[in-house]
């Protein structure tokens, strides 16, 4: 039972990545590994993001995520995104910029936000001092 | 053509090919297309005649008479017709009206338009459950209630109004008592005299007929006066102007008729499919339930899944056609204000699947159906972070 | 079937077969039947895209854009709509309405209604041709007038009204124009945007689409405020709640796209016809043409004849399909008051034919019909008394 | 062009005489034959009746109508009804009888009294004294 015309109101790639979630699950666990969470479960989106560290750089992404296509698609984008970011980078991200890539509607523009909420959590819990070589 | 396997019969049916044969027998140049209101020529006159024949079946499932039945282009005009006719036409004997909080909008809306022209209006809040009792119906009548609309059955959630009950109560007080039952008539037994139904809200389009096709059933003794809503040629009585379409009338009298004859048969078949449907469902931990679990129409099943986000549930089961929150309005990011009612909070009134089965759902689909649902809640939970909702005991 | 000659496309036409395909396609359990507001699901956003294709090509037909069209039941809700929506919503600016006496009783009944709610309607008396003009019409405005109704082609005699020139007279004095094209539409060309028409009335039925399917047009810019008639689900951008009727509605849409690509050829073919159906009746003594000579949409032919009473020639002539008075009001034995308005004794009114033509009128159909008709009108003189009327000349 | 079904507002005698009109006509002049009148054409119905009278009694009789199909029948039904009647007959005769015979609706009985006006039109100009023998 396949064929299924798509929904137009989600974009080709946040289609296929709500689908396929590529990036989801955890990083192993380990003392170069960093989390972010932010979100409510009541507001209907929570996020974990964990990234490896690795010569003060992320290397390796995975995300969970409670919310709605877009905002799943967008924190699978995230862990492809991020990869080779530094903390400044983390410290800079911008949600505008999961909003062009993904083609997000302005309604959902809020969850969008609690995925940059995340990533600043990700980059307040980056392990030692700025620029430090875990 | 689609592989979606279609389980919102509640939002409307296929038309069944018997109906759709009576209708073409009305439509093109061969057929019996006149004006039934053209009783002047013999094509008109059979118009009429097959006009007339769908009024005794719509009626004859019912318990009414043909004379009773008012065509309509559905249950919302039905409805609207109902409340609006009534209210301004009883004005003068009081205006206050009683409703539940999850009656359809079409009963809804008119009622808060009524309160713009001057009507209070109550909402009555049905138990967690969805039932509203008679008691409650009786507690809320006042000198000066002329009108009570109860649903029959929820469209969301399936729940089935003890309407016999409340059609008793307000008989006794002499309050008239309209029911709204574009979900349950063809489904379950209906009986406008022995229930007391002052005004029936019918339609066909939930039962296998056309949609735009729909009917009030009006009670004739002693006479219920109404206001019409729209006015001209003086069709139906005067109480519904506009030319009779005759394939739609003729459909939905196919319909009503095909729906007394296999009313019993397809209740158990398809309460049967539903069940199995749940038996699956109930397995997954954090999947509830919404609704009386006896006191329902065997067609929906509305389920309430823990621990996973409405919307993405939806998109994952993009080869079910199903439904969230009331499939009747426009597609709305609004919590259900129905499941809001029976006490769900947002995020579980989000997180809530409408499985409504009809005459052509079969066991496969309703199989793959509940495979697919617990493979994507599955998968949605697997991704989800932990500790969302309070389904891992 | 019967071997009657259809002749009363004025009441309502047969559907094209092509419109039934359309149709059909939006009906049975493998078709595109799903609720078009259910766009959660694919076979819902099926349904919407057929939808917003036939609204496509029912503003095309008009000159309007697809968001200016609101589905309704037909032309008798579209009348209530504008009338009832308009006058309700403007009433702080004005209590004033204009329209004609030759009206449809879509438009004059809710005029009466609204007279019982404290408006004030003035009903103009067309010329002995039938034609109102734009000169009355504007002669008639007051500063408190906030509408004015106007039909573009009458149901009974097919005289058009040159609703252009009116609505540049209504544009400029700030009053809004609702024009009922339940008969024209279709058949002659219109344009929402030249013509100045805030609101116009359309319908299927009478250009061989489904009885039950219509449209309002509404202008968009500046916005024109409505209070609906039915409330509910708010599909229509809450101006008409309740399910969209999808194959209905598709069925509209392909009706107008045919009219719109035959319309030159049918009206030539037709018109060509009900010259010689007329050709040949205006060589009887005592038959008269109603209406203007030349002002007239191709499909209807009203004749009055002296000497002969009308019941009788109908009844003579039951091997015809054809009307007397107005054939949407149910019967009744009331000379027409479209004739009486244009001067016609009753006695003449009842003896009138009004014989309309279709797409699928053949030639073979109108001798037939004519030969019939001179035969019987003979007869009858034949078996009257001497004197009765002044056709002997 | 037949196997048109019958207009049930019509009863089968009426179909019969309104379609055929048995009777319309003249009966050939003469001093022996009696004319009545009735009825106005602004009120749909006017009749005209002759009977040839011959011992006292009505030999034959024809009509000429001008109205609707229960009156053109009622019309052509008495000129069989009348065979027979003298002139007494023809002063009692009730439209009631026209009525019950031929099933007429209410809304028509306004025209049936048009006919008994004629009836009694032709009696008053019964030619002779009453029962005199053309
Ligand atoms: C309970 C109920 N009432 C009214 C309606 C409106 O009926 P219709 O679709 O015929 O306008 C619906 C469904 O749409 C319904 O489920
Ligand atoms: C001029 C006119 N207006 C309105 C109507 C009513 O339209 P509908 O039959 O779609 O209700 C008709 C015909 O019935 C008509 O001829």
């Given at each position: 039972?396949?064929?299924?015309?798509?929904?137009?109101?989600?974009?080709?790639?946040?289609?296929?990545?709500?689908?396929?979630?590529?990036?989801?699950?955890?990083?192993?666990?380990?003392?170069?590994?960093?989390?972010?969470?932010?979100?409510?479960?009541?507001?209907?989106?929570?996020?974990?993001?964990?990234?490896?560290?690795?010569?003060?750089?992320?290397?390796?992404?995975?995300?969970?995520?409670?919310?709605?296509?877009?905002?799943i698609a967008a924190a699978s984008w995230l862990t492809d995104r991020l990869r080779g970011s530094a903390r400044p980078d983390l410290e800079a991200w911008d949600w505008r910029e999961a909003a062009d890539s993904l083609g997000?509607?302005?309604?959902?523009?809020?969850?969008?936000?609690?995925?940059?909420?995340?990533?600043?959590?990700?980059?307040?819990?980056?392990?030692?001092?700025?620029?430090?070589?875990? | 053509?689609?592989?979606?396997?279609?389980?919102?019969?509640?939002?409307?049916?296929?038309?069944?090919?018997?109906?759709?044969?009576?209708?073409?027998?009305?439509?093109?140049?061969?057929?019996?297309?006149?004006?039934?209101?053209?009783?002047?020529?013999?094509?008109?006159?059979?118009?009429?005649?097959?006009?007339?024949?769908?009024?005794?079946?719509?009626?004859?499932?019912?318990?009414?008479?043909?004379?009773?039945?008012?065509?309509?282009?559905?249950?919302?005009?039905?409805?609207?017709?109902?409340?609006?006719?009534?209210?301004?036409?009883?004005?003068?004997?009081?205006?206050?009206?009683?409703?539940?909080?999850?009656?359809?909008?079409?009963?809804?809306?008119?009622?808060?338009?009524?309160?713009?022209?001057?009507?209070?209006?109550?909402?009555?809040?049905?138990?967690?459950?969805?039932?509203?009792?008679?008691?409650?119906?009786?507690?809320?009548?006042?000198?000066?209630?002329?009108?009570?609309?109860?649903?029959?059955?929820?469209?969301?959630?399936?729940?089935?109004?003890?309407?016999?009950?409340?059609?008793?109560?307000?008989?006794?007080?002499?309050?008239?008592?309209?029911?709204?039952?574009?979900?349950?008539?063809?489904?379950?037994?209906?009986?406008?005299?022995?229930?007391?139904?002052?005004?029936?809200?019918?339609?066909?389009?939930?039962?296998?007929?056309?949609?735009?096709?729909?009917?009030?059933?009006?009670?004739?003794?002693?006479?219920?006066?109404?206001?019409?809503?729209?006015?001209?040629?003086?069709?139906?009585?005067?109480?519904?102007?506009?030319?009779?379409?005759?394939?739609?009338?003729?459909?939905?009298?196919?319909?009503?008729?095909?729906?007394?004859?296999e009313m019993q048969a397809d209740a158990e078949r398809i309460g049967g499919l539903r069940d199995r449907l749940w038996q699956t469902l109930a397995a997954v931990p954090g999947v509830e339930l919404n609704g009386h679990p006896?006191?329902?129409?065997?067609?929906?099943?509305?389920?309430?899944?823990?621990?996973?986000?409405?919307?993405?549930?939806?998109?994952?089961?993009?080869?079910?056609?199903?439904?969230?929150?009331?499939?009747?309005?426009?597609?709305?990011?609004?919590?259900?204000?129905?499941?809001?009612?029976?006490?769900?909070?947002?995020?579980?009134?989000?997180?809530?699947?409408?499985?409504?089965?009809?005459?052509?759902?079969?066991?496969?689909?309703?199989?793959?159906?509940?495979?697919?649902?617990?493979?994507?809640?599955?998968?949605?939970?697997?991704?989800?972070?932990?500790?969302?909702?309070?389904?891992?005991?």
């Amino acid at each position: 039972m396949a064929a299924v015309s798509d929904d137009l109101r989600y974009g080709a790639e946040v289609r296929r990545r709500a689908r396929e979630a590529p990036g989801a699950g955890e990083v192993p666990a380990g003392p170069d590994v960093v989390t972010g969470r932010a979100g409510n479960a009541e507001q209907g989106a929570v996020v974990s993001l964990q990234f490896r560290i690795s010569g003060g750089r992320v290397v390796e992404g995975r995300f969970r995520a409670f919310g709605c296509p877009h905002f799943i698609a967008a924190a699978s984008w995230l862990t492809d995104r991020l990869r080779g970011s530094a903390r400044p980078d983390l410290e800079a991200w911008d949600w505008r910029e999961a909003a062009d890539s993904l083609g997000v509607p302005p309604a959902k523009f809020g969850r969008l936000l609690t995925l940059q909420d995340a990533v600043r959590d990700a980059a307040r819990n980056w392990p030692g001092a700025a620029g430090s070589t875990v | 053509m689609s592989a979606v396997v279609y389980l919102d019969n509640a939002a409307t049916t296929p038309v069944d090919p018997r109906v759709v044969e009576a209708m073409l027998e009305c439509l093109g140049p061969a057929g019996d297309f006149a004006n039934p209101s053209a009783t002047g020529h013999e094509p008109g006159r059979r118009a009429r005649a097959r006009v007339e024949r769908a009024r005794e079946e719509v009626a004859g499932l019912v318990g009414a008479a043909p004379g009773q039945i008012v065509w309509t282009s559905g249950a919302t005009e039905a409805d609207n017709l109902a409340l609006f006719g009534a209210a301004r036409f009883h004005r003068s004997r009081g205006r206050h009206i009683v409703t539940s909080k999850t009656e359809h909008p079409a009963v809804l809306d008119p009622c808060r338009q009524l309160e713009r022209e001057g009507f209070e209006v109550t909402y009555l809040k049905p138990a967690a459950d969805g039932i509203v009792s008679a008691e409650q119906v009786a507690a809320a009548l006042r000198p000066d209630t002329i009108l009570v609309s109860l649903m029959h059955v929820n469209n969301e959630i399936g729940v089935v109004q003890d309407v016999a009950a409340v059609g008793r109560t307000c008989r006794q007080r002499g309050v008239l008592l309209h029911v709204d039952a574009a979900q349950g008539a063809g489904k379950l037994p209906l009986d406008v005299e022995r229930d007391c139904i002052d005004l029936l809200s019918l339609t066909a389009h939930k039962v296998h007929g056309p949609k735009g096709g729909g009917a009030l059933c009006v009670r004739r003794e002693p006479r219920l006066g109404l206001v019409p809503l729209q006015f001209g040629g003086g069709q139906e009585r005067g109480l519904r102007s506009g030319t009779l379409p005759t394939h739609q009338v003729v459909g939905m009298g196919r319909a009503y008729a095909i729906a007394a004859a296999e009313m019993q048969a397809d209740a158990e078949r398809i309460g049967g499919l539903r069940d199995r449907l749940w038996q699956t469902l109930a397995a997954v931990p954090g999947v509830e339930l919404n609704g009386h679990p006896t006191r329902r129409v065997p067609g929906i099943l509305s389920v309430t899944v823990d621990g996973v986000e409405g919307e993405s549930l939806l998109f994952s089961l993009a080869d079910l056609a199903v439904a969230s929150g009331s499939a009747c309005a426009t597609t709305s990011a609004e919590p259900s204000y129905v499941l809001r009612a029976l006490g769900r909070s947002d995020r579980l009134a989000q997180s809530t699947l409408r499985l409504s089965l009809g005459r052509f759902t079969t066991l496969a689909e309703v199989e793959y159906a509940a495979r697919r649902i617990c493979e994507e809640i599955e998968r949605l939970r697997a991704i989800a972070p932990e500790g969302i909702g309070a389904w891992r005991r």
